[in-house]
Structures are given as C-alpha cells and as structure tokens.
C-alpha cells in the first residue's frame, strides 16, 4: 500500500525526521487559509500516489494570495494525469541550497535492506542511474545490527559529501531506516532530502509504501477503500485479475487456475477472468468468487475447476450448491455454471452437485469436458 505524501511525512515527523511545516486542505478557501498561516511563503502539492509531480505541473509556487487561490481551484477542478485531485498540500517554502537522494528497500540481491544515497537529489532515481549511474551509493544494512554509522559515514565520504553535514545525515538516516523497519515498509524515499540555505535538513518529497501482507500488524496505519474489483478481491482473500474474454473461471490454486485458462484457449475460448480463491474456496470464496465473476457483464458461462487435495470435494460442493442456488433466488444466476471436481471425496461431491435444484449447473467429469461445454455455452450464447 502506497501513502500519501502528507501521510508519510506525518510518520516522518513522529519517528523524528524533519520535514516542511505544512497544512493538507480539501478545498481552495481551505488552501487560501493554510497560505496565509504560512505568511505567503508556500508551496502548493497535489497529493496523489503518482511520482514526478513537479515536472506535470503538481508542484505550484504562488507568490500572491489570489494566485494561490486560482491554482488552488484549477487544481482541484482538473485531473492530474487522469486523476482526480481531492487534496492539496500546502507546504511552507524552503530555501534550498541543495538536494540529496536517501531511500531504504528491501533489496534485491542480498536478502537485506539497501540504503541508497546520492548527492544528487531531486530527480527520478530511475533518471539518475540512467545518467550518471556513478552517483548512486549503495550501503547493504545488516538487519540484525541496524544501520551502522561508519558504514554510511564512508559512503558519504566517497560521495564528496561536505564532513559538517556528516552527522547530521547519518542520524536521519538512521531513523529512516527505524521507520522502514518498524512499519515494515517496502519504500522509505526522500527524494529531494533538501539543504536548505539556513543549514537544516529537510524531507522536501516523502514516499513510503508498506508491504500489504504485514497491514495486519499496523492498526495505526491508514486504510484504503477497495475501489477496483481486483482490490475488492484481495480484501476477500481472493486472487482475482479481470481478462478480456468471456468465460469466467473460478479454482483453487494459481498453477491449476492458469492451467484451465491454458485449456480454455486452446478449445478456442476466451477466459473473462483469472480467479483464484486458494484455502478461501472452503469458507466465502465460492459464494464472493462467483458474485466478483457475475459483475463482469461480458461473462457468458462460470467454469469452476476444483481439485480437492488439501481441501475435501464434499465440502466443496456443497459451497457450490448453497452459491449458486441462492445466486438464483435472487435471480442474479444469468449464466451456466459448469464444474469440474476432482480429488479427495470427489464421488460425494459429485452426489451433493447432482441434487442441486439449480438447472443452470452442470456437471462434467474431466476437465477437458467441462472445458468443451463452457467453450460451447459461451459460442451459443455469442451466436444468440
Ligand atoms: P515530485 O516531483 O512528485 O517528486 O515532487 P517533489 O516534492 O519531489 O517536488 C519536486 C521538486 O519541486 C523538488 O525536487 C524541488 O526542486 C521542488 N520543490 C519542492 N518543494 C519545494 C520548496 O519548498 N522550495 C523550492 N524552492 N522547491 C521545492
Ligand atoms: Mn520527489
């Protein structure tokens, strides 16, 4: 999960690294305030998890308090790259006298967190190691001992890093790295870490991002509302990426669900989705799996594929029956459903599907079969 820039620097300034005084507003009266607190002297941040702000016209420096009003209603009336604006940072100005790049991830190649430092800030990262690949620094932390202060001190020294800022940094890198740690976060990036000219130094930009599967440690954390239905998915405990196809697929396992796309296509269908409802196929997961598929109105047939190894076909089955039986009450059953079940207890699970009332389910006994009749289901019904 991403965090907002005032998110983030909120979470900056409780583990100790300074950042901008600043106000976040949701309008432009509420910008227009802020503007006046800071005695005129602000900058106005869209806030959207979106990097490269500054260069798309994110970043705006008022020099009136009509100005700032303007911007701030432009701004908030125009999406930004798309995007809708629904919240303004505004910041007190600094005086930048210089701008450095200091990030923590986790790494890719030595199983430990990897501080990265340039004294070159303020551009893309991406960008710099593009052009001047050199002045990208590199210190592995060793999670045991946390980040050494030499280590960095000798990255800064090689840097070209003036000595008088060296404590300085270190101590805020060291908290940076504390934060990354302890809210687990897979991106802890300042990006610029200004100078300013009166000396101090200052999270001008913050980035966090947090490893979704530790949210659950992190109750202080914000939350986002699932919007797409991929992101409804995953709150559901359920793996779940919409195709362009027209045949809904739903199984257990990510190997055994790509496998029955594979098989669809090769009969010459179309999967209208990749869903994958792993241990959750024995709780909800056929009941939400089935209601996520239904909202697609492309879907012309619902193929389940079930293999029961750790999980039992019965007990499977039955999730079908109570799923599809109550889908159609509600009248909300517009589709065949075609199942595959095969494995543990699989002759009981077949008996429990053939004394569903639901006429709309059919049953196949290999999945070459079930794959046929969803294949044929979906043509007849393109053909109607
Ligand atoms: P990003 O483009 O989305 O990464 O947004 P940033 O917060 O990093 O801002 C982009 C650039 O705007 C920075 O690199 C700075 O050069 C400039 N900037 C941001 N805040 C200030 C400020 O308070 N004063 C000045 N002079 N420049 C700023
Ligand atoms: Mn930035």
Redesign the pocket.
Known sequence: MNLF?YEAKELFLKHGIPV?KGFICKTPLEVEMAYQDLQGDA?L?VQVL???????G??K?PSSLDEARILAEKLFSTPFKGIQISQILV??????SH?FYLSITPGTSRGCPLLVFSPK????IEELAATSPDLIKKVYIDPRYGLFGHAFRFTLGEANVPRSLHDQLIQLAQKLYRLYWDLDAELAEI??L?LTSDGRLIA????LRIDDSALFRHPELPRRTPKTVEERAKSLGLSYVTLDGDIGILSNGAGLTMATMDQIELAGGKPANFLDCGQRIIENGVWDGLNLILENPRVRVILINVFGGGVRCDIIAEKIVQAVERLEQDSKLSVDVIVCLQGRNMEEGKYILSKCMTKRLRQASTVEEAVKLAVDSANYSNLR
């Open positions: 820039e901008p900058v941040k979106l990097g490269g702000r500054g260069k798309a994110g970043i420096f910041e007190e100005r600094l005086n930048i701008e800030g303020g551009i893309e990006n610029p200004v001008a930009d913050a980035k």
